[in-house]
């Protein structure tokens, strides 16, 4: 049972010992984290912005998230709390003086300074590389150490003075337990957030909202389809048809219901402004280019 030589494969060669676990240099870890987006792990650029459980993204990487959900990727499940815009916060961060962005070791020759960061407290100047705690305002988003906020007690923002409450903060990349915590507070708010809705809406209003409601509409439409096929066959052989039929009316009360986004009040200008129907995306006869398509025989 040798190789070809006539050798005789000794013991280690044949059974595979305990896989060794990877270390990973902890102090990489933390600094990447705030280095990188948790969604995209491209580099972080503002805008940048933090969800409720204190992780740092790409806005645009949230954008793009939240635009197509369907879309494979890797590491969705860290975003997957997010439902829409509004679940994320603007940050606004202080830069660091020090720092001198990539270019300064464009050439790779220099030591590259893990604990150098972009951003620093405004307050007490400490830098935000994962050495010190971090948090942010969910009201205003501005970005402070832990430290400032514990040593200056106050009930307005040291930035840019909007009024916040103890709730309102939350740590950046926090630990496990942090985490937890944030998760249990989000839930919390949520749940809080949907009874408030249900209360408000009357019966009035739950018509309305039945009638948005694609499923409702689309099983409402199956009902009288059903009667006609049981009244002409089996019962047995009209069960196929009414999910089939559900299947088709779908896509027609989906678009009935479509609205233009430049519509919504809900949405602010910046995120009506990243779809083409924006007045700012409107452009004259001479301003659009002629449409070239490609095909694949000219190459
Ligand atoms: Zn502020």
């Known amino acids: 049972m040798g190789c070809d030589g006539g050798t005789i494969p000794k013991r280690h060669e044949l059974v595979k010992g305990p896989k060794k676990v990877e270390k990973v240099d902890k102090n990489a870890e933390l600094a990447a984290k705030w280095k990188y987006c948790a969604l995209s792990q491209e580099k972080l650029r503002r805008p940048i912005v933090a969800c409720e459980l204190g992780r740092l993204y790409n806005k645009d990487a949230v954008i793009e998230y939240l635009l197509d959900k369907s879309a494979e990727r890797p590491n969705v499940e860290v975003a997957s709390h997010i439902r829409g815009i509004k679940d994320v916060k603007e940050l606004n961060l202080t830069d660091n003086p020090e720092w001198e962005g990539e270019r300064r070791n464009a050439k790779g020759d220099r030591y590259e300074d893990m604990h150098c960061s972009m951003f620093i407290c405004p307050v007490v100047g400490l830098e935000m ?171």
Not at 179 to 186: A, I, R
Not at 196 to 215: C, I, N, P, Q, R
């Open 129 to 299: 590389n994962g050495k010190h705690k971090f948090c942010y305002l969910q009201t205003c988003g501005c970005v402070f150490s832990e430290r400032a906020l514990r040593e200056v007690k106050t009930e307005i923002c040291h930035k840019c003075g909007d009024p916040f409450r103890d709730e309102d903060i939350v740590v950046l990349n926090g630990s496990k337990e942090e985490q937890e915590k944030l998760k249990n507070t989000m839930e919390e708010r949520r749940a809080k957030a949907k009874t408030g809705k249900k209360s408000k809406k009357t019966s009035g209003v739950e018509a309305l909202s039945k009638h948005v409601d694609s499923k409702g509409s689309s099983e409402s439409k199956s009902a009288p389809v059903n009667e006609e096929n049981s009244s002409g066959s089996s019962s047995s052989d009209s069960a196929p048809g009414p999910s089939g039929c559900s299947k088709m009316v779908k896509p027609s009360a989906a678009v009935g219901s479509k609205r233009s986004i430049q519509d919504m009040d809900g949405k602010s200008e910046a995120y009506k402004s990243l779809f083409t129907t924006h007045s700012s995306a409107k452009r004259t006869k001479d301003q659009i280019s002629n449409w070239v398509t490609h095909t694949p025989y000219h190459f």
